[in-house]
């Protein structure tokens, strides 16, 4: 393993920011911390990096407790949200500087700056200064600046929370392939679920200072430790004792499955190729939400008012109401 956190504790005051945290890393493998703003993803991150010291517990990396070393003896290679790049440096000058105060030869500088300027796309703006950069660019840059100085492991705390959606989703898109390059392990927080689900090999869920599950993103998404995690990986609904997502409820315009919820169709909104339907289903408090194909509400003829059954596509990922023990929901 790459990295091994056992037993990490850390309070500010009062306030548990994390509490015995255990997760092994393994080398190679890009992995995301995900969870809410807050939930404790940032603190664990910086722990590693040597940034903040752990009030209890261990942190491993590459085999060498570096529980008490400072930041500059771990070969961490860390990327902040806000471009930490040297603003009175040129593009080429940023990436270099690692290299320089280690007082490597300015033969084997020159070809590693050339190298990751070309795995960055920036050859180009080698000569420029980082306010002649674009946002996506800067933060590239950032990446290259880390990578100069071949860490053995490169930390990203929330990388593109700065950009707009589209340079994120082109960034993300070009982290994934960069990674696939160099191989190097790395650990990126976020709090976009999306995000973490696109890129990740590994995704460890961090909430209230605790890891709620751990496991590849199909894991996760398919097989969902509790109600917490399947939330947080995407839009869900309550159907009886079951939270579900609303894509993996069949709607019927007669009773015929045992068991289905009756409800009547209080709203039907068309967004793009979808129909989202809203529906109160007897003896539920709350309604219930139904995602359809256009094609398909079109074919059951839906409208408001509508009386419909509502259950559980075949092989629907489910998790029971907070609350409700899975007895039950299995005897429902």
């Known amino acids: 393993m790459s990295i091994e956190v056992r037993g990490v504790g850390k309070r500010y005051g009062d306030f548990v920011a994390l509490e015995d945290i255990n997760v092994s890393l393994p080398t190679g493998q890009l992995t995301a911390l995900l969870g809410p703003s807050g939930g404790g993803k940032s603190t664990l991150l910086r722990i590693i990096a040597g940034l903040e010291s752990a009030d209890s517990g261990s942190v491993e990396i590459e085999g060498t407790d570096a529980t008490r070393l400072p930041p500059q003896k771990r070969n ?3 990327v902040f949200q806000h471009y930490a790049v040297f603003k009175h440096m040129t593009v080429a000058k940023n990436v270099a500087f690692g290299l320089e105060i280690r007082k490597r030869p300015k033969a084997e500088v020159k070809a590693k700056v050339a190298e990751l300027l ?3 796309h920036l050859s180009q703006f080698a000569h420029r200064l980082p306010s ?3 946002g996506g660019q800067r933060q590239r840059l950032a990446l290259a600046r880390a990578l100069a100085v071949e860490p053995s492991v490169l930390l990203l705390d929330e ?3 700065a950009l707009d959606a589209k340079v994120r989703k082109e960034l993300r898109d070009w982290l994934r392939r960069l990674h696939d390059e160099v191989h190097v392990t790395t650990v990126f927080v976020t709090h976009d679920q999306e995000e973490a689900l696109e890129v990740a090999d590994e995704i460890v869920v ?7 599950q751990i496991g590849s993103p199909d894991q996760l998404y398919d097989e969902p430790a509790n109600d917490f995690v399947m939330g947080f990986l995407g839009a869900v609904t309550r ?3 079951l939270v579900l997502r609303p894509h993996d409820i069949e709607v019927a315009v007669a009773p015929g499955v045992p068991g289905s919820s009756a409800g009547v169709v209080q709203r039907a909104l068309r967004v793009g190729f979808e129909v989202r339907l809203t529906v109160d289903v007897e003896g539920q408090d709350e309604p219930v939400l139904v995602v359809l194909s256009r094609t398909h509400a079109r074919a059951l003829d839906l409208e408001l008012g509508s009386r419909v059954w509502l259950s559980p596509t075949t092989g629907a990922t489910t998790v029971p109401v907070l609350g409700v023990p899975r007895e039950a929901v299995a005897s429902a």
């Open 118 to 120: 070309e795995l960055v």
């Open 76 to 78: 961490v290679g860390f």
């Open 239 to 241: 159907l009886g004792p």
């Open 132 to 134: 002649q950069l674009s």
């Open 159 to 161: 990388p593109f929370g």
């Open 206 to 212: 961090i909430n209230e200072g605790r890891i709620e």
